[in-house]
């Protein structure tokens, strides 16, 4: 499949493809005429992409996680994959202190609410 349809099937722009392959993510075949052509394995490397991205990794992290874990897994040494799951863990640790900041703001602004609602 072409950049497009690519595009059409994960969401990501056109632009952001090609972002994800200067970063070494996406390997994409050349035509002849030096169109990009893509394969379905590709499909569920942009989605996990984008969700590692959603998660709050970088591009960067990301990348090296799909490295280990998808595109070789079998080069990848006990080091590697030690320093991307200690990735993994400080990123869910981060996360759990924003929803937890978050439930905080909720509950005090469910406070204030009660406040305003029985001063009158």
Same mark, same amino acid.
Request: charged content about 30%.
């Given at each position: 499949?072409?950049?497009?349809? #690519?595009?059409?099937?994960?969401?990501?722009?056109?632009?952001? #493809?090609?972002?994800? @392959?200067?970063? %070494?993510? #996406?390997?994409?075949?050349?035509?002849?005429? %030096?169109?990009?052509?893509? %394969? @379905?394995?590709?499909?569920?490397?942009?989605?996990?992409?984008?969700?590692?991205?959603?998660? %709050?990794?970088?591009?960067?992290?990301?990348?090296?996680?799909?490295? =280990?874990?998808?595109?070789?897994?079998?080069?990848?040494?006990?080091?590697?994959?030690?320093?991307?799951?200690?990735?993994?863990? @400080?990123?869910?640790?981060?996360?759990?202190?924003?929803?937890?900041?978050?439930?905080?703001?909720?509950?005090? &602004?469910?406070? &204030?609410?009660?406040? =305003?609602?029985?001063?009158?």
């Amino acid at each position: 499949m072409r950049i497009k349809d #690519l595009s059409e099937r994960t969401g990501a722009s056109p632009r952001m #493809l090609r972002h994800y @392959e200067n970063a %070494g993510v #996406l390997t994409p075949r050349r035509d002849p005429n %030096g169109y990009r052509q893509y %394969g @379905e394995a590709d499909v569920k490397t942009v989605h996990d992409i984008r969700c590692l991205l959603a998660c %709050g990794l970088s591009l960067t992290e990301a990348a090296a996680l799909i490295h =280990i874990a998808c595109t070789a897994p079998q080069s990848a040494t006990d080091a590697d994959r030690a320093e991307v799951l200690a990735q993994l863990d @400080e990123r869910a640790r981060q996360l759990d202190a924003g929803i937890e900041r978050l439930r905080t703001e909720k509950a005090s &602004l469910g406070k &204030l609410r009660n406040e =305003i609602a029985t001063a009158s």
